[in-house]
């Protein structure tokens, strides 16, 4: 049972992986007959598939189409047969052992931890430009306070005391100068004295008690002067990056599991090339036998009758472990706990490519690349705008009131300009304007390259193409020259020497037809990828009139 990425709705990520019991290559040469498959004649210009999981707006990994149905999928937490992590909310999916190469780029689409760690970082761009988006509307606050207070001092009357006694006293003598003819009146007291007597020298002064409040505000930025915008855009231009990231990874991706996928191909087959010349060396090995005992060939030939046998039986031993290790690269790619038997056989086309100006304008037009610089220019732009808005206004219309039976509240509008410090305006114009002269030299950069590459991936195809083709007027001439050894020694023409010989040529001329038509596949998924359509190539395979001898049929 294989479990696979879920995307769930906050873009949570989690690792794919595979529990199924493993099975191994014994025995490549008897596993199952060797298939050769019919293929249509003529195809029209082939372009990129129009498939939702290579959109440039559409990257999230699509599920499995029976959970596809399922509106409510099964999570469970599942064990990663590879790193033994347990991995929450992750759906199982089966798997079949035997698989074509369309089936496996479904299968790496949805158990690649490399493309669910980019869709994650693509949601979580989203969800940036989608707050970002919200800077310029209405905020809207409540405030809720309680608090506790004591209040305890020691406060210094004497001053006071003088001060009032002083007063008083002044007061009373002013009184009885300007009353001169009064007739002296009896003896007052001091009135200045008894009051200050009631006057202490200090006062502690201590109080406690708590108060609450409850308010509404709001703070609404009416102008910003295009900040709000340029932020969003900003942060929207690095979500296109963050997309044509992910898009150069996966292209990159399917290039890795055609090469890896193939080259198992090519190493099954030249296991059962191996194996195939084993039995034949076998059957010469036994007539060189016979022929021994019968007198008809010397010692020497007896020997290196068995010589080129042990020989082929360790070549043999040798493309069978090969093999596996091949199996296992394409195994731990597709996160499985079994060995991947590959369907689709290597293949060559014998139609000639389209001119290679079809395939550098396609480059020019859908390389992920090119949208990578893209985005960089929309950035380096957006904080361009963003940098001139340095010295223009800031209006907000702002207010507060308090929650109670005789509210005080306060509303307004303010504007605020920067007029001097913080970043220098001339600077960072400068400094954004110099960003996307680089974006723009880069472009011109990538193109070239972009165009070189497939100038030279174009070639790689036609001259894989050629020499596969010339290959096989040598792969006849050695199977017929074999013929002709083995039944010159049965007559007493030959030696055995001759027939190992012969033997070696044939298979050297077959193992390196399937070389070169290894290399015409990696040439054409090489090419695909530099113009930015790798499925495209499936259209290619498709259409090829040229297919190799494969061992696994599904």
Not at 342 to 351: A, E, I
């Amino acid at each position: 049972m294989k479990f696979t990425i879920s995307s769930l709705s906050y873009a949570i990520a989690i690792v794919s992986l595979i529990g199924v019991s493993t099975s191994t290559l014994a025995d490549i040469a008897t596993d199952s007959a060797i298939n050769y498959t019919a293929l249509p004649d003529n195809t029209t210009q082939i372009v990129d598939t129009d498939d939702a999981r290579y959109s440039n707006t559409h990257t999230s990994i699509q599920a499995p189409s029976a959970l596809a149905q399922n509106a409510t999928p099964k999570l469970n937490t599942l064990i990663d047969p590879i790193t033994h992590k347990a991995i929450a909310n992750s759906y199982s999916l089966e798997v079949s052992s035997f698989l074509s190469l369309a089936q496996a780029q479904d299968l790496l689409l949805q158990v690649s931890p490399k493309l669910a760690a980019n869709q994650a970082a693509i949601a979580s761009s989203e969800y940036q430009t989608e707050a970002l988006s919200t800077l310029d509307r209405p905020f809207v606050f409540a405030q809720l306070s309680a608090s506790t207070y004591k209040v305890q001092e020691d406060v210094d009357l004497s001053s006071l005391r003088n001060e009032i006694i002083n007063g008083v006293n002044t007061v009373g003598n002013d009184i009885n100068s300007m009353t001169p003819d009064v007739p002296p009146s009896p003896v007052l007291p001091n009135f200045g004295e008894m009051l200050g007597e009631r006057i202490p020298e200090s006062y502690d002064f201590e109080r406690s008690g708590s108060t609450s409040g409850v308010g509404l505000g709001f703070a609404w930025p009416i102008y910003t002067a295009g900040r709000t915008d340029s932020l969003t855009g900003a942060s929207n231009a690095r979500t296109q990056e963050a997309i044509a990231d992910s898009l150069l990874d996966k292209n990159e991706l399917y290039n890795t599991l055609i090469e890896r996928y193939f080259k198992a191909q090519l190493a099954i087959i030249a296991a059962y090339l191996r194996e195939d010349a084993y039995d034949t060396l076998q059957q010469t090995d036994y007539m060189a036998k016979r022929l021994f005992e019968e007198g008809f060939i010397s010692r020497v030939d007896r020997l290196e009758a068995q010589s080129a046998l042990a020989d082929a039986k360790s070549e043999s031993i040798k493309a069978n472990n090969d093999a596996r290790l091949a199996m296992i690269a394409l195994q731990r790619l597709l996160r499985t706990e079994y060995r991947i038997k590959p369907t689709t056989p290597l293949f060559v086309s014998s139609r000639p490519l389209p001119d290679v100006s079809y395939f550098q304008d396609l480059a020019l037009a859908q390389h992920p690349g090119l949208q990578k610089v893209a985005a960089k220019r929309a950035q380096a732009q957006q904080l361009h705008a963003l940098s001139d808005t340095g010295y223009k206004p800031t209006v907000m219309l702002y207010g507060f009131s308090q929650v109670e039976r005789d509210p005080s509240w306060i509303a307004g509008v303010s504007a605020s300009w920067k007029l001097w410090g913080g970043l220098d305006k001339t600077a960072s114009l400068a400094s954004s304007s110099a960003k996307i002269r680089q974006a723009d030299l880069s472009e011109i950069e990538v193109s070239d390259n972009l165009l070189l590459l497939v100038e030279k991936n174009w070639n790689d195809v036609n001259n894989a193409q050629a020499r596969y083709q010339a290959l096989q007027s040598n792969v006849d001439l050695a199977a017929e020259v074999l013929r002709l050894r083995r039944l010159g020694l049965q007559e007493g023409v030959n030696t055995t020497i001759d027939v190992v010989q012969a033997q070696t040529q044939a298979l050297k001329a077959r193992t390196e037809q399937a070389q070169t038509a290894n290399d015409y596949v990696q040439a054409l998924a090489a090419l695909m990828q530099s113009t930015g359509t790798p499925l495209a190539f499936n259209a290619y395979l498709n259409a090829a009139d040229i297919r190799l001898p494969t061992l696994y049929t599904e």
